[in-house]
C-alpha cells in the first residue's frame, strides 16, 4: 500500500515536531510494508518569507493531491512578529483558515486525554481523575453562529445561528464513526430546551442514531455538559456539539489534561481526507532548541493513521509507544517535574521509536 502524505511543517516548532513525527512513521511504514510519499509545502511565515503570501497556491495543488495533510504550526511570536501585518489576508494565521476552507474541513476532532502517568498535570482532583480520562470532541466547523448572518447597528447587532439538516447529518455521521472506533457513546450538546436550531440539531442526530444501534446517545444541554466535564468526565466518551459551543468545550476539556504539549486534532473533510496538527502553536520562544514536546504532533499522525488512511493498529501502537515512555518517566521539559528524566525533542522520538 502506498499512500500521499502533504506535509507542512509551518514556523517556529513546527519543523522540530514534525521531523520528529516523520521519523516515527518512516518506522511505521517500514513494520507495516507501507510505503508513504512526502510532499513538502509551505505555509504561515516561512510561506510569506519565501512566496509572499501565506498559502501558495502550489501548498494547496500538494494538499489536493494527497491522502491527508500533517501540519506543523504557524505565526511569529505573540506581540512582535516579523509577520505582523494590518492586512489580515497576509498573516500566518491566514493560511492556515485558507487551507481548512481550500479542503472543506467540516469536523474537527479533539481528544483530550489524561494519561495515567501524568494525572497530576490535571487541575482536576485526583480522585475525578482516576486513572486516566479518554474524550474525544467531534466539533462541527463550517456552519453555526460564525458563518451565519451577521449585523452591526448603532442600536444593535445580530449572529445568525443556522444548520442545515444536511450539515447535522455528516458532524453526527462523524461522531458516531468515532465512537464506533472507541468506547460506543456519543453525548449530544446543544440547547434545545432555547434554541430552534438546537431542537434541529437533536431530532437529526436521533434519525441518525438508528443507523449505529450499538452506540449509546446521550442528550446534554451545553451548560450542563461545561460543568459535568469537571465534575464527572468520565461518563464522556464523544461528545458532538456545533461550532460555537465545540469551541469552548473543546477548549474546557483540552485544559482538564493540563498539558498543551499533548494535545493532538484532526479536521475531516468528506471522505477521508484530513488535516492533523498540534492543538499548540508555533512556540517561537523555543524553536529549534530541541527542547519541544513532539507528542502533540506525534498523537496527531495516529489521528491521520486511524481517519485518512486506514490502519488503526499502527495508531494504537503509536499511542501504546507514547504510553509507555511516559510511564519510564521520559519528559519534554514542559512536562517535567522532579525525579522525570528530561529529554529533548528528537530524543523523545526515539524513546517512542522503540517502542513501536
Ligand atoms: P503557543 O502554543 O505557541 O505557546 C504557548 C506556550 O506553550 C509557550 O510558552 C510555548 O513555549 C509552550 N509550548 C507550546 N507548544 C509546546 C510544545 N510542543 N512543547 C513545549 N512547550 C510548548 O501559543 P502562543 O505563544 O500564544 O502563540 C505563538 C504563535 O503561534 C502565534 O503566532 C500564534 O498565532 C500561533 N498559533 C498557531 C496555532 C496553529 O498553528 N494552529 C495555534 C495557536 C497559536
Aim: proline share 4%.
Amino acid at each position: 500500500m502506498s499512500y500521499k502524505i502533504a506535509v507542512l511543517k509551518g514556523d517556529g516548532i513546527g519543523p522540530d515536531v514534525v521531523d520528529c513525527t516523520i521519523g516515527i512513521l518512516n518506522k511505521v511504514a517500514a513494520e507495516n510494508g507501507t510505503v508513504f510519499e512526502y510532499n513538502e509545502g509551505l505555509i504561515g511565515g516561512i510561506a510569506i518569507d519565501e512566496t509572499g503570501v501565506p498559502l501558495p497556491v502550489d501548498t494547496i495543488e500538494i494538499c489536493k493531491k494527497s491522502d491527508a495533510v500533517l501540519l506543523g504550526a504557524v505565526g511569529g511570536a505573540v506581540g512582535g512578529s516579523k509577520w505582523d501585518n494590518p492586512d489580515g489576508n497576509l498573516r500566518p494565521e491566514a493560511g492556515l483558515l485558507g487551507i481548512r476552507k481550500e479542503l472543506g474541513l467540516f469536523a474537527n476532532l479533539r481528544p483530550a486525554v489524561i494519561y495515567p502517568a501524568l494525572k497530576e498535570a490535571s487541575p482536576l482532583k485526583p480522585e475525578i481523575v482516576g486513572d486516566g480520562i479518554d474524550i474525544l470532541v467531534v466539533r462541527e466547523l463550517t456552519g453555526g453562529i460564525y458563518f451565519g448572518e451577521k449585523f452591526s447597528g448603532d442600536d444593535y447587532a445580530y449572529d445568525q445561528m443556522k444548520y442545515s439538516v444536511e450539515e447535522v447529518r455528516r458532524i453526527a455521521r462523524v461522531a458516531f464513526d468515532a465512537a464506533m472506533k472507541r468506547n460506543k457513546k456519543v453525548t449530544s450538546v446543544e440547547k434545545a430546551n432555547v434554541l430552534e436550531v438546537s431542537r434541529l440539531w437533536r431530532k437529526v442526530v436521533l434519525e441518525i442514531a438508528k443507523e449505529y444501534p450499538e452506540v449509546e446517545l446521550v442528550h446534554m444541554y451545553v451548560d450542563n455538559a461545561a460543568m459535568q466535564l469537571i465534575k464527572d468526565p468520565h461518563q464522556f466518551d464523544v461528545i458532538v456539539t456545533g461550532n460555537m459551543f465545540g469551541d469552548i468545550l473543546s477548549d474546557e476539556a483540552a485544559m482538564i489534561t493540563g498539558s498543551i504539549g499533548m494535545l493532538a486534532s484532526a479536521s475531516l473533510s468528506e471522505g477521508t481526507m484530513g488535516l492533523y496538527e498540534p492543538v499548540h502553536g508555533s512556540a517561537p520562544d523555543i524553536a529549534g532548541k530541541d527542547i519541544a514536546n513532539p507528542i502533540a504532533t506525534i498523537l496527531s499522525s495516529a489521528m491521520m493513521l486511524r481517519y485518512s488512511l486506514e490502519m488503526p493498529e499502527a495508531a494504537d501502537s503509536i499511542e501504546t509507544a507514547v504510553n509507555r515512555v511516559l510511564g519510564e518517566g521520559y519528559r519534554t521539559a514542559d512536562i517535567a517535574k522532579d525525579g522525570d528524566s528530561i529529554v529533548g525533542t528528537v530524543k523523545m522520538g526515539e524513546k517512542i521509536m522503540k517502542y513501536l
